[in-house]
């Protein structure tokens, strides 16, 4: 069975940084894209960074510069380092990874805050 098990999430001061991380275990083939996506209170779930298997990113135009998404192929995971943390930024993250075979699977969510 798989599982998307994410870490990294919590309480900073606007400025600070982040890491979060995000696991694939089970049985695969491979994976296709992986991603960030974040919703916060009261609003639609939107995109914030993918990356590719060969390695492509793209990123919302509101994190550009400051965040930094990465994967390790070997280890099945993905991370999105985050720096200069804004209030806005707040929100539940959660990954989501689309494998070799099309099926996509999402993570529990992690809460991250930032204060002002």
């Known amino acids: 069975q798989v599982q998307l098990v994410e870490s990294g999430g919590g309480l900073v001061q606007a400025g600070g940084s982040l890491r979060l991380s995000c696991a694939l275990s089970?049985?695969?083939?491979?994976?296709?894209?992986m991603g960030w996506y974040r919703q916060a209170p009261g609003k639609e779930r939107e995109l914030v960074a993918t990356i590719t298997r060969g390695g492509s990113t793209n990123y919302r135009d509101s994190v550009k510069g400051r965040f930094t998404i990465s994967r390790d192929n070997a280890k099945n995971t993905v991370y999105l380092q985050m720096n200069s943390l804004k209030p806005e930024d707040t929100a539940v993250y959660a990954c989501?990874?689309?494998?070799?075979?099309?099926?996509?699977?999402w993570g529990q969510g992690t809460q991250v805050t930032v204060s002002s």
């Open positions: 089970g049985s695969i083939f491979g994976i296709n894209v």
């Open positions: 989501n990874m689309i494998l070799l075979n099309g099926r996509a699977y």
